[in-house]
T-cell receptor, first 113, second 113 residues
Framework: DTEVTQTPKHLVMGMTNKKSLKCEQH?????MYWYKQKAKKPPELMFV???????INESVPSRFSPECPNSSLLNLHLHALQPEDSALYLC????????????FGQGTRLTVV | GENVEQHPSTLSVQEGDSAVIKCTYS??????FPWYKQELGKGPQLIID?????GEKKDQRIAVTLNKTAKHFSLHITETQPEDSAVYFC????????????FGDGTTLTVKP
């Protein structure tokens, strides 16, 4: 099983709403990532979790709040977003160490209205 | 930090022809170079990767070459098929943290039947 599952697939939220994106993997990977992808652009790294601890925050605004409840789950809590935050949000995971392959989920298409 | 340049940005080929996409990277510490295929509405899918201790790797119709000295790596697709049409991203990272990849800007490949 090389699957990273993200829910929901689509999300429309208002600027005052609070919502969460979820990501799950059962490959035993110890590193998990959030990426943001705008149309016709490459993915941009937002956060890295290693062994359930936040190891990298790429200067992401505080309206995005990641959480790693356990080794299989990764959440991204959203609050007071702006229309320019509309994008495809991708989760990825990798084993770490010498096993370098990273696997991406299908993404959540977020629209902020 | 790492900088990855990818060319061309768009590529159109006739079915059965070969396609070549080239990338350059700047950080000599990078040692892991994956290639991703992203279809419309989906997340990036790892299609092939190469490590810095290898010069070439092949998987059926797909091959990747790496020139460490020149900091170049390339994706070669032979006998292209319409289902190869997608956006292709190259990336560079350090293998122990492969999810923290720097991506090229992507190449939109169109294979005409």
């Amino acid at each position: 099983d090389t699957e990273v599952t993200q829910t929901p697939k689509h999300l429309v939220m208002g600027m005052t709403n609070k919502k969460s994106l979820k990501c799950e993997q059962h490959m035993g990977h110890r590193a998990m990532y959030w990426y943001k992808q705008k149309a016709k652009k490459p993915p941009e790294l937002m956060f890295v979790y290693s062994y359930e601890k936040l190891s990298i925050n790429e200067s992401v605004p505080s309206r995005f709040s990641p959480e790693c409840p356990n080794s299989s789950l990764l959440n991204l809590h959203l609050h007071a977003l702006q229309p320019e935050d509309s994008a495809l949000y991708l989760c990825a995971s990798s084993q770490g160490g010498s096993a370098a392959e990273a696997f991406f989920g299908q993404g959540t298409r977020l629209t902020v209205v | 930090g790492e900088n990855v340049e990818q060319h061309p940005s768009t590529l159109s080929v006739q079915e059965g022809d070969s396609a070549v996409i080239k990338c350059t990277y700047s950080d000599s510490a990078s040692n892991y170079f994956p290639w991703y295929k992203q279809e419309l509405g989906k997340g990036p899918q790892l299609i092939i990767d190469i490590r810095s201790n290898v010069g070439e790797k092949k998987d059926q119709r797909i091959a990747v070459t790496l020139n460490k000295t020149a900091k170049h790596f390339s994706l070669h697709i032979t006998e292209t098929q319409p289902e190869d049409s997608a956006v292709y991203f190259c990336a560079a990272s350090i293998s122990t943290n492969a999810g923290k990849s720097t991506f090229g800007d992507g190449t939109t490949l169109t294979v005409k039947p």
